[in-house]
């Protein structure tokens, strides 16, 4: 920005407060090779046909272009989620790029919009959907979990509701973006997976291994538990506990066994040893599984848990003492 006027440079870092069209830095008084030059150098980004400063994170400029590109447009869906850290989990073939940019807009004369770069979905808007993050227009995290619930499937859905109830979502703030969408698309699917929802599931893992097991007619399990000794708590806290059949479901994805050497590698191994021994003591049945179980084999991983129940069933002697950690 060195080359240009010092007048028209202080009109261009403060106009680039928001994306500005190609007309607009005409104004401002940038001709078009200096427009390109901003380009070449890193000055400007451009996306959209819009154009925002060069230092802002190349994700956050494409989406503000985006909705720049598309005037009274809210940033929506797997977009919003993506800005404001809700977790979402999805294998569903024929969804959009993780690139793509969701907009919502209120009903007129535009037509819905699905391109590779951007989709475009034509919704009503409440002052309650709405909220400013990052300086863009975004869906506040309850609109967009119950967005995100008409879209998926269950399994996938309560990964974000789970997420959402945990963080500063309540369920009656879910209920009452649902109350206004009682006759959309997808919104019958969306109650039930807000229903299903539980706070207290801590990973996607979790979340939708209780989808699976719920579908396969398995009994709910408690979330969160621990165990006496008959001396301390013990500090394992593990996933999922059936009490009722002495059964506890741990939800293990791999990276809880990455490590930067073999030798901690070892140490993490040994030490997940030691932790099921002590669990065993409890006298319980203990059954492990992962995202290939859940997703790929969720009928055999069902199977494995009914033969547990089975076994934890036929146990004599006292019920371990537990409880339900605190949230």
Known sequence: MERLGEEVRARLVSGLGRPLGHGELRRLGLQKYDVERLLRNGGLQRAHAQYVGGNLDPR??????????????????????????????TSSTGRPAPDTVWLSCEPGRRRNLKRADILLRKAGLTEADLELRHGLW???DARTTVDLARE????????TVDHALSRSVSRADLEAVLDRQ?????????RVA?????????????????AVFAEAGLPAPVLQVQFWDGHRWLP?????????????????GLQKFEAATPEERRR??????????????????????????AVRRPGQLAARLRAAFARGSRRTGPAPTWRVTPA
């Open 60 to 89: 956050l400029a494409r989406i503000a272009c985006a909705q720049a590109a598309h005037p009274r447009s809210v940033i929506s869906h797997f977009t919003a989620a993506e800005l404001t850290g809700l977790r979402v989990w």
């Open 138 to 140: 975004i869906t506040s």
């Open 152 to 159: 998926l499937p269950l399994r996938e859905a309560v990964v």
């Open 182 to 190: 009682y006759r959309w698309p997808g919104v019958r699917r969306a």
């Open 194 to 210: 807000v229903a299903f929802g539980n706070p207290r599931s801590e990973s996607a893992l979790e979340s939708y291994a209780r």
């Open 236 to 252: 394992e806290r593990v996933d999922l506990w059936w009490p009722e059949v002495r059964t506890i479901g741990e939800a293990d």
């Open 268 to 293: 993490l191994l040994r030490r997940s040893f030691e932790r099921d021994q002590r669990l065993a003591d409890r006298g319980v049945e203990l059954v492990h599984f992962g995202w290939e179980d």
